[in-house]
């Protein structure tokens, strides 16, 4: 029985191994969806949970999607699989990419954060992990922002053939893990925070590369009348039907 050191394999009908074999892409079973959502009562709790609170102290509404996210995903484990090697696996870690801005707006680099987190984390240890990976990847010494120097480094055929080893290897359910477990395409989910440099939500395509299945858009918080929404595109891609809620 194949063997994958961050899942386990899960056992599914022929019908559903099936359809492995007619979308063979992530893109080609890619679902999108996008909501706009009310965050009146979320702002309010926001404020009166930092009353008294200075600096890092404070949570912003990006710690409460990512906290939402963590619950979601252990509440609907589902969601935590993906499709590889033409089989269905469920994925043994909760781990968030996401793009981080050094100097927060469009025009400065961007280093990916990559974090796991434990299924009964709670708002105030989200907002500590996540502020201590942002401050790590502006400030300190980013593990993967040193992978994309080193490779990125390299001369081009040879880090066209490092990536078709590493897409052979996960294919056939031996990923080099030691490099894997730094890629954030090997995660839960993919989160693009566009609000925080005051875009709008896109549609974003999912990565073929890696085993991330879930890629999670936030846009800009808009004032509807007295009430403050903010929207959310999320291209959803499963690769069998009835993984998702």
């Not at 893109?27 to 706009?36: C, G, L, R």
């Not at 996540?130 to 990847?137: F, G, R």
Request: proline residues 5%; hydrophobic residues 40%.
């Amino acid at each position: 029985m194949p063997k994958r050191p961050d899942a386990e394999l899960v056992k599914t009908s022929k019908f559903r191994e099936l359809e492995f074999y007619v979308m063979k892409g992530r893109n080609e079973s890619a679902i999108y969806a996008d909501k706009e959502i009310d965050i009146t009562h979320t702002s309010e709790f926001i404020k009166n949970y930092n009353k008294g609170k200075k600096g890092t102290g404070k949570v912003s509404l990006f710690h409460v999607i990512v906290a939402a996210c963590v619950r979601c995903i252990t509440l609907r484990p589902r969601m935590n699989r993906f499709v590889t090697g033409r089989r269905l696996w469920q994925r043994n870690q909760i781990i968030l990419s996401f793009v981080v801005n050094k100097e927060h707006n469009e025009n400065s680099d961007e280093v990916n954060a990559m974090i796991e987190f434990d299924p009964f984390d709670t708002l105030e240890t989200v907002h500590k992990t996540v502020d201590h990976h942002i401050n790590q990847a502006r400030y300190g010494e980013n593990p993967n922002e040193k992978d994309i120097k080193l490779f990125g480094s390299l001369p081009r055929w040879l880090i066209s053939l490092i990536f078709c080893f590493a897409r052979w290897m996960d294919e056939h359910n031996m990923p080099i893990y030691s490099i894997t477990k730094q890629v954030p395409m090997w995660s839960t989910c993919f989160i693009a925070h566009l609000g925080s440099i005051g875009i709008d939500a896109v549609y974003h395509h999912p990565f073929e590369l890696g085993t991330t299945s879930i890629l999670f858009v936030i846009g800009k918080i808009h004032s509807v009348g007295l009430r403050p929404t903010t929207q959310y595109k999320k291209p959803i891609f499963f690769l069998t039907p009835g993984n998702y809620l």
